[in-house]
Every structure is written in C-alpha cells, then in structure tokens.
C-alpha cells in the first residue's frame, strides 16, 4: 500500500493466510486509498521487504504471484524510455497549389494525441518527455480532396484509443466492416498518385518540392508517445507504458523490475512448495498503440504488402476507397494483435518458464487485441468477476477465460473475485457471497482470488485499518469474522479442487469472429436472464477464436481439440466475411465429419492478395455451400458431415443463432440436454478418468425439493457434500432411455453438491444406499438465559451479560448497540428425551453472521451458511452438556457509532500526527480505518445469534 510496509505486518498477514487456509497471493503495489509511506517502491529498503515476504511464503507454503509492474494497470515504470513506451503514428497536414516551380516548405511537427486517461495522469516530467518525444516517420503528397468524407470511428478502428469494455458505456465487442459504398473511389486518394517525399524533408520540418500543377496535401507522419502511464502505481513506480510490440524494450523493462526482484531473492526452485511460483499481467488498462519502430518491416512481412502508401488511412482519409481502407485497417489491428502476442505475452511466458515461473493473464478491458488469443498463452488464463451490486458486469471476462481453459486444456481457471465498489464498505461475509461464488463454480471458474486483501502496516489496535480507498471486498486478518472464515475456505477448496479434474463437458462451440479487437459475446438466449448472474442452460457452451480453431481435428462427428475438449456442433458468427485460410479450416472440418452452423461468407476482411482472395473465399464456399439457401433453416451433407444453414437461421442483428435453433440441431442428432431440471438450480459438469462430476446448487433463498435428470448413467451416483467433506450413495435413482438417468434431490437456501457417477472400479462398494429428500423433526430446543462475553477492547460490555437471544443492534446498551467483533455465548443444558439411535445435529436457526460450534469442548467448526447445522452425534450427553458458540457480525455497526466522535484519521491525505509520532491514541473512537463512508444515523445491521437453537434429526 504505497509504501507503508512493516515485515512484522507481512509474517502477520501470511500466517492468517495460512490459518484461514489460504494458498496463494497476487502481489501488487498501488497508490489508492492510504497516504504515502516511508518506503520508496523498489528502493534497497523496499526489495528487502520484499525478499522478506517472499521468504515468508516459502516457509508457509503459499505461492506469490507477482504482477508484471508497478500499480496493477500493465507493464512499465520511470525506467522506460519514450522511445521504448508504447507509441501512436500521428500526422499533420499543410495545403499547398502547385505550379511546377520549387517551393520552400515548413511543416508542422505533428502532435501527440491526447492520452486517454487525461494528461492530469502525467507527473511535470512525465509530461514534458510525452511532449517532447517525436520521430519522423514519412513524409506523403496526394492531390487534395475538396469536401471528401472521412472514415467513421477512425480512432478506434486505428487504435488510438479502446475504451474499457467492462465500464464505458457503447464500448463495441468488436469492429464491424461497413459496405464499400460508405466512401466511393472518387471520394478517396488513389495510391498511384501518392508521392513520397520523406527523403526531402530535413530535421526542422522544411522540405523543398517542385510541386506539380494542381491542389495537393502534404501530411508529415511521426512517432508519439500514447501518454499511458503506470497505474495506480505508487509514486516512485509511475512512469511510460513499455512498447506492447517491441520485446526489446518490454526485455529492458522486464530487467529493471522483475530481473531486480530475482536478483534479490534468485531464481525460484521448482520443488519449493511455496515463494515466487508466478508473473501475471493483469486486466488491459493501458490503451492501444498502433506504431513501433519495425512496424512497417513487421507489416510487410505479415501481411506481405507495403503500408505506407495507406497511412493516411490513419488519419481518416480514404485510400483507394471505402472497402481498400477498411481493409487496410482490418490488416493493421491484425498485425498490431501479432507483433503484441509474440513480443509481449508469448515473450513474457518464455522469460517466465526461463525462471521456473507460471504465467497468468487477465486478458479483457481495453484489449485491442481478440480477448481469446491474448488469454491462450497464459498457463492460467483468468477472468474478473464484481461484487453483484456493488461494481461492473464482466460476466463475459468469465466466458472467456473458462473458454480459453476448456479449449486449451487448462486445469486452472482463475478470477479475480469479489471485487467491489460502490461502498461495499464490509457489507459482505461468506453467506451472501456463496450464491455469487457458486454461480461462478457452474460457470468454470476453478480458482479464486479475492480483491482485496490490503497488506496491514499498522498496529493491531488500528482496525479495520488499511483498506485500499471504497475498493475491494475486504478480505484481511483486520475482519471481525477473520478468526472463522477457514471453513468458508475449505469449501471453496473442495470445489475448486474438485473442478480442476478431468475436462468441462460442452455440447456448444461458438467460433468468435476473425480479427482484433474481439469480446466474446455468446447468444444470451444461451444463458438464463438474470443478466448479473446468468446460468448456462441444459447444454453447455464454449467460446473458439479461429486461431485456436486452427489446432482442431473430426473425431466421431465430433470437433477435438489437443486438449481432448470436444464438442457436437460448431456455431459460425453471422459475418458475410471470412478469410479464405479459415474457410479452408472449415471445408476440412465438415468434410471430415462435423456439423458446422452457418451461412456463407461472401468476402475476405483483409486486403491480402486482393481481389484474388475473394475469388479463392468464393470457390471454398460453392464447395461446401452449394446451391442457394432456399429454407429457414436446412441440413446439407458435405463430406463425412453437413453444413447447417438457411434464411432464418439468424436472428437480425444477432451475431449468433438462438439457443433454440441450436438445441433444434442436437436433439435431431440424439443428443439430449446435459442436465434438466429445476429452473432453480444451475450445473456444470466435469469428466475425469475415474468420474463424471456435476456440480449442482440452488440459486435461491428457498428450499427446492425437484428430481433431476443426467445424462449419464451405468453407476450407482453418489452425493458429495463440500460443505462438511461427506460423501453417500443416492437412492431412489431410476435409469432412462439416451443415457439418462434420474435422481430426486432437495436442496436448502443456496445448498450446492456434487452428484458423481464413478466409472469402472471406483465408487463406495459396500456403502447402503440412502434418500435425499428426508425430513427434518426438533428433538428438543435449547432454552433458558444465555452467557455473552463481549470483547471489551473492541468497545464491548466489559461484564458478561446474561440475557435472551436477541439482536444486538436493538440493545440499549451503547457497548452493545454499536459492537463489531466476536461474542461468545455459553449455555449449559440435558437432553430431555432419549436420544435416538441415528445422527443428531445442533441447529442455530438465524446467526448474524458466522458462528464457531463448541459441545461438551469439542470444536465443531463453523457455520456461515445454510443449513446452519453441526452434527453432534457422537458428542452430545443426556445431561450437563455444555454449549459455546462464537458469533461474529459485521464492522459496519462500529463504524457507524465512531461517527459519534470526533474523526482523529487521515485528513488531507496525510498520516495524522499521533500515528506518526508513535504516540497512544487519545480518542473515543474504537474503529481507525483509512475509509469509512457511514454517518451516525446509518442504519445498524442485525447482530447475533438469534436463533431458535434446536437439536434435529431427519424421519426415518
């Protein structure tokens, strides 16, 4: 946190990690919410703190996983020089009539554009160098064009600039091509009439040229700097994005701060368990350039044309015509996209596996790359998912990023999870974020990383202490519930471990449209409409860019992949282009046995070998398309397999065909929905070498009794339960005709299991069989008064209280209104009837917000969620048993009673004197916070248990 480091905060934090069963941590340092610390970014004091953390890790086993610069934004810092910082080819123009004669020029220096985030982004020096960094590129002539029209969006579609996706409003997935007619040829520069003078120009911008007779323009093309800057980077991080497209430089940087980092600590060794294990470059924060110093030589060889002649393309002229310009520019993302791949994520991966390191990549935002092809270099390609209510939809970051895993056989799908805005301002605990965390379990995430756990500086007493401004959920040792969060945690392990076996199972593959930049945007009539936490429907889906679509083969009518994903039906984007390499990709695929969704093409995107590759795009689709389409929607053989198209196939406007068409094309093959049921309930499904695995919750607050139908079926099922590690076989299951086979299931408030169907010799062999849906019966409520010891240095009731099961927000005791922290309750009661002779379990009936279980002085563990139960078979005694249970709520009522007080906090962004004095805090407030949003006539939150506390059993 901007420079505020302690090493006795950093072992503080690792080892709350460690207790509360956390394995991994993404490390990143940024300048948001805290005034600045002592500790300069990178200084010797700094690297030091840092090799300390590290060797932290290593002694508790938890991987670090450090991000690829300073703040979180992307890769670069004060040492990039501007000619190695990511770079724009800007222009200026000068008019002039010529006549034959020689004539003195001057032009302009052309001026760098604005940088997206604003020039209040660049520090006083920043801000001279953006200025004064400029290179010339070329000098072009043409005749001038009186009135002509300039080409739409030319900032994007040049990519000077790519708004966040996931935030700015209108923001394209992806850039369409317009018809031809949008600027006709006479509106536009011939490039026969283009004449290079950059060999005239000389330093000061002067060129002397005979011009010929006529109006011509003279544009002056140069290199700028973007203005993207290092954010939110701590002040001695902030400095020039490195080049996106130049591995040199990114190698230059690359030596500065991650060279440095293993200079200090060496180069991590494979068989340690914890320490460095990953490099990570987070969401693309950081813009577009569309130049680097070998673009040109870079074009030409990709794309086997020379580009100069269309740079005033750039500018928003027409070259040619509409059609030639939009061609061009298709060509020039698409190469941009290639020269970022390769120089930066392909070459961060090599530098990484160099140093015994992972890779992870969060690749969405403002990507002017295919989100997909960025993602599919990471060894662990990762999504970002908000907080519901309190931050941005990005649910299609999570489509991607599981998509990416699923098609490249990644075991690890991670998110950055939870993060929050909105003055979330520690509203959220285990219960209400298990809903949220478990759609993202049925939608592929296997892995999560919580946003944010701030590193804690500052004394214990100082809590809830750091946070990183209104960002983030908080997840630290600084929580009131910290103390008994392990067991949400080891849920979220069994799951998380549980779906990093075998492979996804998908029925869909859904092929993204060519070129860059690219959002996957599937069909929405493919997911349910809660738009904030939409659910896969019976078949499951993934997402294909045409790059990865290269690597796949025809196996049993089936489309394969290396990774062994494979899937029944491959859906074509409704686009009238294509390039003749990918229709070829086709045309081999449905020859050798796939049934592939689409219409035809008609044109190529790109201006390579054109018009020619228009003829070759034409002749692959009479091959595999032939004849008109006559029928809304038809099935014609090609080969070992068919091609399915028609006149209605597409909805207008809809990139893809609707659900029902496709699920149409299934059931017409045999294939049946994976998972039916409940429209309550979501699903995913895994298959490994000894098990077919589904994940199944319930996305209500209500108690679901419904039976369920899978397709799967030749084994006896078996419910595994992640709450508590149980496992059972499943009675009552009835077999059906296509592999279905059909399970009665009740589900409590947001319950979750995962139902598994062994294969061969694995299974429960010798285990009874027993019921799901089973009644729960009261053996006997726990009355009486109730113990409550509060914890007085948190502003608590010094003295126990002896009192009824009541709120602790509605009390009139000041102490107890406003507490934030854990009580402990004790009560001490007989069982009143014979015990019956099958498992018991205690159940708290209402808690605000977790609770820890003690009976008879066994631990029993937590409960933060329903059904709030433990099960105390084998502890409980027909008399003097003796009840303890920790509750623990929320700060937010603390913070609302410190608003009674006078504020001796951070004011004006600084540190206040006693803090930094080292003196005893004079002050009535029990809470120090760096951001606290609430006022003193905010509402309280219920607190406590409240019961009613029952011992239960299930009818037999």
Excluded at 264 to 273: A, D, F, L
Excluded at 614 to 643: H, R, S
Excluded at 813 to 828: A, F, L, P
């Amino acid at each position: 946190m901007d420079g505020n480091l302690s090493k006795e905060g950093m072992t503080k934090d690792l080892e709350s990690m460690k207790q509360a069963g956390i394995g991994s941590v993404v490390f990143l340092e940024v300048n948001v919410g805290v005034p600045r610390g002592h500790i300069d970014f990178l200084s010797e004091t700094w690297q030091d703190h840092f090799a300390y953390a590290v060797k932290e890790a290593e002694r508790l086993g938890i991987e670090v996983i450090l991000g690829s610069g300073p703040g979180w934004a992307g890769s670069g810092g004060p040492w990039v020089k501007p000619e190695q910082s990511m770079q724009h080819l800007v222009a200026s123009r000068v008019t002039i009539k010529g006549d034959g004669r020689m004539q003195h020029l001057q032009l302009p220096k052309p001026q760098p554009k604005k940088p997206f985030f604003g020039e209040g982004a660049l520090t006083p020096e920043l801000r001279e160098k953006w200025l004064n960094y400029y290179q010339d590129v070329a000098v072009l002539a043409f005749p001038s064009i009186p009135n002509r029209d300039s080409i739409a969006d030319i900032e994007e579609k040049a990519l000077y600039y790519r708004a966040p996706y996931s935030s700015a409003p209108g923001v394209k997935p992806r850039l369409t091509m317009p018809d031809s007619s949008v600027i006709p040829k006479q509106m536009a520069i011939q490039s026969k009439q283009i004449i290079d003078l950059s060999d005239k120009l000389q330093q000061d911008g002067s060129l002397d040229w005979e011009a010929p007779a006529g109006n011509w323009t003279i544009m002056r093309f140069g290199c700028r700097n973007n203005g993207a800057v290092t954010r939110p980077a701590p002040m001695p991080g902030l400095g020039f994005e490195v080049d996106k497209m130049d591995s040199a430089a990114f190698r230059a940087h690359l030596d500065h701060y991650v060279g440095a980092l293993l200079k200090k600590i060496g180069v991590p060794k494979p068989e340690q368990q914890g320490g460095l294990k990953r490099l990570h470059i987070d969401s693309w924060e950081m813009g577009a350039q569309n130049w680097t110093a070998n673009f040109r030589a870079a074009f030409k060889k990709r794309r086997g044309y020379d580009p100069q002649p269309y740079y005033p393309i750039y500018a928003g002229y027409a070259v040619g015509d509409g059609e030639t310009s939009e061609r061009f520019l298709w060509d020039l993302r698409l190469t941009a996209q290639e020269l970022i791949l390769a120089n930066h994520a392909q070459y961060l991966k090599q530098y990484s596996h160099d140093n015994n390191l992972k890779l992870s990549i969060e690749p969405y935002d403002m990507n002017p790359n295919s989100d997909m092809d960025l993602g599919a270099i990471a060894d662990v390609p990762m999504a970002e998912f908000w907080s519901k209510g309190y931050g941005f939809n990005t649910v299609f970051s999570v489509l991607e990023a599981t998509s990416i895993a699923h098609i490249g056989g990644k075991q690890r799908v991670a998110a950055e999870a939870f993060t929050a805005q909105n003055n979330e301002a520690w509203k959220q605990y285990p219960e209400v974020m298990k809903n949220q965390g478990d759609w993202a379990f049925a939608m592929g995430i296997n892995q999560f990383m919580y946003h944010t756990f701030q590193h804690q500086a500052l004394a214990d007493s100082l809590r809830p202490g750091m946070t990183m401004g209104p960002y983030g959920v908080h997840w630290d040792r600084n929580q009131t519930w910290w103390p008994l969060v392990e067991g949400y945690h080891r849920y979220i392990a069994r799951c998380s471990y549980i779906l990093q076996q075998g492979r996804t199972v998908a029925d869909i593959l859904y092929l993204t449209p060519e070129g860059a930049p690219q959002v996957f945007t599937p069909p929405a009539s493919a997911l349910s409409d809660d738009e904030g936490l939409p659910d896969k429907k019976g078949y499951n889906f993934d997402g294909c860019s045409p790059l990865q679509l290269m690597g796949a083969r025809v196996k049993d009518h089936r489309v394969v992949f290396p990774s062994g994903a494979t899937y029944a039906v491959l859906v074509l984007p409704n686009t009238t282009r294509m390039t003749p390499a990918l229709a070829d990709k086709i045309r081999t695929l449905v020859q050798d046995g796939a049934t592939v969704v689409a219409n035809p093409p008609h044109q190529s995107p790109s201006l390579v070998h054109y018009p020619n590759g228009d003829t070759e795009l034409k002749a692959i689709v009479k091959e595999i398309w032939d004849g008109p389409m006559g029928k809304p929607v038809e099935n014609k053989p090609v080969g070992k397999g068919e091609i399915v198209s028609g006149t209605s196939l597409y909805a207008k406007g809809e990139l893809y065909p609707s659900y029902d068409v496709v699920q149409a094309i299934l059931e017409k093959k045999g294939i049946v929905e994976d998972f039916s049921g409940s429209d309550a309930l979501r699903y995913t499904h895994r298959t490994a070498a000894d098990y077919d695995i589904y994940f199944v919750s319930n996305k209500t607050e209500h108690h679901v009794t419904t039976t369920i139908t899978f397709r799967n079926k030749g084994s006896q099922p078996e419910l595994w339960d992640p709450l508590n590690g149980q496992r059972r076989l499943l009675a009552d299951v009835s077999e059906q005709e296509h592999q279905l086979t059909k399970i009665p299931l009740q589900f409590e408030s947001y319950q979750s299991y995962f139902i598994v169907f062994p294969k061969q010799n694995s299974g429960m062999k010798g285990e009874k069989p027993s019921r799901n849906n089973v009644s729960l019966k009261t053996v006997q409520d726990v009355q009486g008064l109730w113990k409550l010891t509060f914890d007085s240095r948190l502003g608590g009731p010094k003295k126990t209280i002896t009192s009824n099961l009541i709120d602790w927000s509605k009390s009139s005791n000041d102490s107890m209104k406003y507490y934030s922290g854990i009580v402990r309750y004790e009560q001490h009661f007989d069982v009143q009837e014979i015990l019956p002779k099958q498992p018991v379990y205690l159940d708290l009936g209402q808690v605000k917000n977790m609770a820890k279980v003690y009976v008879n002085g066994k631990d029993l563990g937590t409960v933060w969620t329903a059904p709030w139960r433990v099960e105390v078979t084998d502890v409980l005694k027909q008399q003097d048993n003796v009840l303890k249970i920790e509750v623990a709520n929320l700060w937010v009522n603390r913070l609302i009673g410190d608003q009674q007080y006078p504020d001796d906090g951070v004011k004006d962004g600084k540190w206040p004197q006693w803090l930094l004095d080292g003196k005893p805090r004079n002050s009535q407030r029990v809470t120090f916070t760096t951001f606290n949003p609430y006022n003193k006539n905010d509402t309280l939150r219920t607190s406590g248990l409240l019961g009613p506390v029952r011992i239960v059993t299930y009818e037999k």
